[in-house]
């Protein structure tokens, strides 16, 4: 119904992009979610590579992952390292103290603090693995790679299949590393993680999952590649039509929709919405016109009963009574039936 003033603007999302310049090199990022969708990052024509360098904050759930096991490095190099500090002339009993905060206080107890404060002013790096993972967000195919150090949080949480992460770091090219990705996330702050149990998430392929698994988890089924990109579609038309409404003086207004429903969960019980039928209906079939038909086939059956003559016209006789005593109970049920109570 058009009762409202066109509209001069075009309908917009509420969650509209900004970026900090109009040169199309720039992360473009969400107004309140304050990220930036996979479809700004990866879905460019040229992949991505225009943002390499940038900076980022991107969402999504993992789809795949791979870890990178490091082996326990050594004391940092000096050159990474303060001038105060120093790493040449440790014994094993030091190298301990520095590892073990344990250790440490026994040490202070017993009286070593000068070999503690010693100890404790030597840096170590903890490099036990660097996780690679594939996320994404759903608002297009392709999948972003991002570089997690198990330095940032428990390599554990953020590489279970269908975990959620938020993260931020620097877009970097991977070329010649990757024949799938043109860009990577190098992550420095993890912000959000999601964690899932992969034991009992349904989707192992993610990729490819049969028919059963998405009836049985329907709210699963937009991670799948196929389902997301219907919902895609029918996204893009939503929002085409209620543009082209909304810009042309239409207003959107829910109409109220009855369906059948059951009555608590008990299907024998079912709540319908029916037409109220008016005493002046003339139907063909009445209870009247049923009691007459089984009067006259009675006396059929009577009547072949005593000639004996035909058994074939006796069945047939007995088989239409029956059908007319079954018509009749159905229609007695409709008219015991009260339907003042389902109306309004």
């Known amino acids: 119904m058009a009762s409202s003033p066109p509209s001069s603007a075009p309908f917009s999302s509420s969650e509209e992009a900004t970026t900090s310049s109009n040169d199309g090199s720039a992360v473009q990022s969400l107004k309140y979610s304050r990220r930036a969708s996979l479809r700004s990052v990866v879905g460019r024509p040229d992949g991505g590579r225009g943002l390499a360098g940038k900076r980022a904050v991107v969402g999504g759930w993992v789809k795949s992952s791979n870890t990178v096991k490091a082996k326990l490095a050594g004391p940092v190099s000096p050159a990474r390292m303060p001038a105060t500090e120093t790493t040449t002339g440790l014994t094993c009993t030091e190298v301990l103290m520095a590892r073990v905060p344990l250790i ?14 010693r100890a404790s002013s030597v840096s170590f790096k903890l490099a036990t693995g660097t996780a690679l993972m594939r996320i994404n967000d759903g608002s297009c195919v392709a999948d972003l790679q991002i570089v997690v150090d198990s330095s940032l949080c428990p390599l554990k949480q953020v590489t279970a299949i269908g975990a959620c992460v938020l993260v ?21 702050k993890v912000l959000h993680v999601g964690t899932v149990d992969i034991d009992k998430y349904p989707p192992s392929n993610v990729e490819l999952p049969p028919p059963e698994l998405v009836k049985d988890y329907p709210q699963l089924a ?42 608590a969960g008990d299907r024998s019980k079912m709540f319908r919405v029916m037409r109220l039928e ?43 009574l029956q059908r007319a005593n079954e018509l009749a109970r159905q229609l007695e049920q409709q008219g015991n039936a009260d339907f003042s109570d389902d109306f309004f």
């Open 104 to 117: 440490r206080s026994f040490a202070r107890l017993i009286g070593g603090a000068a070999d503690v404060d």
């Open 278 to 320: 008016s005493k002046s209906d003339n139907r063909a079939i009445t209870p009247e016109v049923v009691r007459a038909s089984i009067k006259a086939k009675t006396k059929q059956i009577e009547a072949l009963n005593r000639s004996e003559s035909n058994k074939e016209a006796l069945e047939a006789a007995k088989l239409d």
């Open 168 to 188: 931020e770091g620097k877009i970097e090219l991977v070329e010649g590393r990757s024949q799938q990705h043109v860009v990577e996330l190098r992550v420095d």
């Open 222 to 263: 937009t991670r799948t590649t196929a389902m997301a990109s219907v919902a895609r579609v029918r996204s893009e038309m939503l929002h085409a039509a209620h543009a082209f409404f909304q810009t042309n003086g239409f207003f959107h207004v829910n109409t109220p929709i009855i369906i059948a429903t059951t009555v």
